[in-house]
């Protein structure tokens, strides 16, 4: 009996040491340990020699004993099916995973982000407000009282149930915001969404994107505006584009300019995009109406301010060489997957 038992401890370790690899090498362990001739069944069949009140022990032995065997088989079987499936699937384990699609940033995110990151580098924060707003933080502060002519142009939506409520037409409802805190100086930009009553075509929408600015301290003058901007478009279009200012009109900055830059399409010599004029108009801007920062209850006589706007759609427009502003906002994926790679 104990020369039995050291016999199958011998076995167990054979088992346990059997390096089995490839579909050969399983059968011949099968037949070995598991086969009708093989070492299991012969073992059992020594439980006729072993006296009844072992029999209970040894039994117990054998049956361990033959766990061990097929579990072995078993596992080793199945890696071997694993393996074969995988030359089957031409799987290589070492080629990098599915990609997982994470989607893109929106081209007009991609440009507000560069707009914001450069105005940070000079010391902008970025300030935010809503877009449901009262007539006095959209028009009637700005200079632009009831029957204001310039009202025109910048029709917007209204909500029925209180017509002193409306769609912003611009972010200048943040900048008025922030100068009511009376907390000076300020130097923020503000960007987000606006809304006017426009007929929607490929140049316009009903809404789209701007990003204003507005810093204001004592002596800040028209001098520190031309720099700040010109070092933006020099960031923002290339080191060779020029600027030009015209004299314009709004009714909350006095002076008001216009800023074009030279086409960074052609460098000016004229094309489809600036429409052979070999500038392209980029933003508005000017020194803050006196009358605006005393509606905010700021000294027009101590502090200056300068402003300025831009929208984001047209800079996108001419950056990715987009021919239609309702891209923007289609939803499209076909269009939206064209900007994964873009910066
Ligand atoms: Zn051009």
């Keep these: 009996m104990d020369e039995l038992l050291q016999q199958i401890e011998a076995y167990r370790?054979?088992?346990?040491?059997y390096k089995i690899s490839g579909s050969?090498?399983?059968?011949?362990?099968?037949?070995?340990?598991?086969?009708?001739?093989?070492?299991?069944?012969?073992?059992?069949?020594?439980?006729k020699n072993v006296p009844n009140e072992k029999k209970k022990e040894f039994g117990q032995v054998l049956n361990d004993f033959k766990q061990l065997a097929e579990d072995k088989f078993e596992n080793a079987k199945q890696s071997a099916a694993l393996s074969q499936q995988s030359v089957k699937e031409n799987l290589d384990l070492s080629l990098p995973g599915d990609t997982i699609q994470i989607g893109s940033r929106h081209p007009i995110t991609l440009v507000r982000n560069r707009i914001i990151s450069i105005f940070q580098r000079l010391g902008f924060s970025v300030a935010d407000g809503p877009e449901i707003e009262d007539d006095w933080h959209n028009f009637t502060a700005l200079n632009l009282p009831e029957n204001h002519p310039a009202r025109d142009m910048q029709d917007t939506f209204y909500i029925h149930q209180n017509p002193d409520w409306l769609l912003r037409t611009h972010t200048s409802n943040v900048q008025i915001r922030e100068m009511e805190k009376g907390k000076l100086p300020i130097r923020i930009i503000c960007p987000g969404r606006v809304y006017r009553n426009e007929?929607?075509?490929?140049?316009?929408h009903c809404f789209f994107h701007q990003v204003e600015?507005?810093?204001?301290?004592?002596?800040?003058?028209?001098?520190?505006?031309k720099q700040t901007l010109y070092f933006f478009v020099q960031e923002m279009f290339g080191k060779d584009v020029k600027v030009r200012f015209r004299p314009s009109y709004f009714p909350f900055t006095e002076p008001s300019a216009e800023m074009d830059i030279s086409c960074f399409i052609c460098g000016g010599k004229g094309c489809r995009i600036c429409k052979h004029t070999g500038w392209v108009e980029i933003l508005g801007c000017g020194m803050v109406h006196p009358k605006v920062l005393e509606n905010c209850g700021i000294d027009s006589n101590k502090y200056t301010g300068y402003a300025f706007g831009m929208g984001i759609e047209r800079p996108a427009l001419l950056l990715y060489d987009v021919n239609d502003i309702r891209l923007f906002s289609e939803n499209d994926a076909r269009f939206l997957k064209q900007f994964n790679s873009a910066v």
């Design 24 to 47: 050969q090498q399983l059968e011949e362990f099968r037949i070995k340990f598991l086969g009708s001739k093989g070492l299991t069944k012969s073992l059992f069949a020594e439980m």
């Design 13 to 17: 370790k054979e088992i346990e040491e």
């Design 199 to 204: 007929t929607i075509s490929a140049r316009s």
């Design 213 to 225: 600015g507005l810093y204001i301290d004592e002596n800040v003058s028209f001098a520190d505006l």
